[in-house]
């Protein structure tokens, strides 16, 4: 049973840190591509970043860029999201999710979501 587990939402002021931590199961981590999403209220849900386990290609969508990292460690199957210059716009609950192709997650059709985390930023 594929699993993943977010951890590390939470309250910042803005211009803060968080790091999300998404630890994930029940597949093979390297054959997978794993992203953040993010849903605000009242908004769709959005693709924030991505990684391919497999060479460590990412993707970033630019809202994020240059404030936001992805990174894996392929030996604890887990994924991380560095978040930092935090802004009221980041607030949103977010979502971890394995895809079996890039393709997958660029059009929100992972197979696999996490529960989601809340991150509130504020002003």
């Known amino acids: 049973e594929v699993q993943l587990v977010e951890s590390g939402g939470g309250l910042v002021q803005a211009g803060g840190s968080l790091r999300l931590s998404c630890a994930a199961s029940?597949?093979?981590?390297?054959?997978?591509?794993l992203g953040w999403f993010r849903q605000a209220p009242g908004k769709d849900r959005e693709g924030v970043s991505y990684?391919?386990?497999?060479?460590?290609?990412?993707y970033y969508a630019d809202s994020v860029k240059g404030r936001f990292t992805i990174s894996s460690d392929n030996a604890k199957n887990t994924v991380y999201l560095q978040m930092n210059s935090l802004k009221p716009e980041d607030t949103a609950v977010y979502y971890c999710?394995?895809?079996?192709?890039?393709?997958?997650?660029?059009?929100?059709?992972?197979?696999?979501w996490g529960q989601g985390t809340q991150v509130t930023v504020s002003s």
């Open positions: 999710a394995a895809a079996t192709s890039l393709w997958r997650l660029r059009i929100g059709s992972p197979e696999s």
């Open positions: 029940g597949f093979t981590f390297n054959d997978y591509t």
């Open positions: 990684i391919r386990s497999s060479d460590g290609s990412t």
